[in-house]
C-alpha cells in the first residue's frame, strides 16, 4: 500500500487531510482511492479499482485502509505523508514474528473477520502487510499448522 498527500484544509486547530492510497496485489488488480482522514475518522470520497470491487468489499475498504492510514499520518517513523513530504508507506518486515508465532496471529485474524462478517483475506493483508497472494500463502501454511479448518474436504 502507497499513501501520498493530495492537500490540507485547516480550520483554527483542526485539518482535514486528503490522501491518494493505492494499493497493488500481486495477481496485477490494483485499488486507487483519494481518503479523508480528519477527527471523524477515515473517509473514502473516491475509488477506482481494477477489477471492480464487490459492494461487499466496497463497503469494508474504509475499514481495511483505516489502520494503515493512522499509522502513515502518527507513527512518527521517517517522513509524515500527511504533512506534505511523505512519498509513501513501507512496513518494517524485521520486527514481524515468522513461523508458528505468525501463524498464531493469521489464525487470530481471520477468525475475528469471519465473525464480524468481513474478508478474512483483507483482515489477514491488514494485519500482516502482505499483498493479497502473500496473505493467501500465510492462510495456505496455517491450515497447514492446523491452526485452521480445511479449506475444502477432500475425499
Partial sequence: MSVWPAWEVREGERATRWLHVRLAFGDGASIDALATV?????CVEDVQARPGLALEDL?????????PLARACGDGAGADPCDGTGTGVHRDDSARPRGPQEWRLVARAYRAAQERGADPVLAVMDETGHSRRGALRLIGRTRDAGLLPPRHARG
Avoid at 480528519?38 to 477515515?42: I, L, N, T
Avoid at 463497503?59 to 489502520?67: P, R, T
Wanted: hydrophobic residues 50%; proline residues 0%.
Fill in 59 to 67: 463497503a469494508v475498504l474504509a475499514d481495511w485502509i483505516e489502520g
Fill in 38 to 42: 480528519g477527527e471523524g475518522g477515515v
